[in-house]
Nanobody
Framework: QLQLVESGGGLVQPGGSLRLSCAASGGTLDDYAIGWFRQAPGKEREGVSCISRTLGRTTYVDSVKGRFTIHKDNAKNTVYLQMNSLKPEDTGSYYC?????????????????WGEGTQVTVSS
């Protein structure tokens, strides 16, 4: 069974950067499209970015476009989320998740494999 482990979260000032990692073990990421989600306190979890399984096509929600970049390193079996120009509203728990089969990575409610999450806090 594939397992996903996130890392790279932390406390950063507004305008700063973080790079989150989603490392896979027990299998290959090739069988999954991968998404990054976040959940702010008191809010529902939302998908923010994803990368498709086959073509590596990327998607970003409007609130992170131009600031976040998702990247998959096949050799390391890891997906990264580079987050630049961070804002306080980016604060939350960030999760990577996998959706199996040929479903679009934007089917946010159909992800079936989840990591434990990593906390990102943007504050001065």
């Amino acid at each position: 069974q594939l397992q996903l482990v996130e890392s790279g979260g932390g406390l950063v000032q507004p305008g700063g950067s973080l790079r989150l990692s989603c490392a896979a073990s027990g299998g290959t990421l090739d069988d999954y499209a991968i998404g990054w989600f976040r959940q702010a306190p008191g809010k529902e979890r939302e998908g923010v970015s994803c990368i498709s399984r086959t073509l590596g096509r990327t998607t970003y929600v409007d609130s992170v476009k131009g600031r976040f970049t998702i990247h998959k390193d096949n050799a390391k079996n890891t997906v990264y989320l580079q987050m630049n120009s961070l804002k306080p509203e980016d604060t939350g728990s960030y999760y990577c998740a996998g959706i199996s089969g040929l479903r679009s990575c934007t089917y946010w409610k159909e992800y079936d494999l989840w990591g434990e999450g990593t906390q990102v806090t943007v504050s001065s």
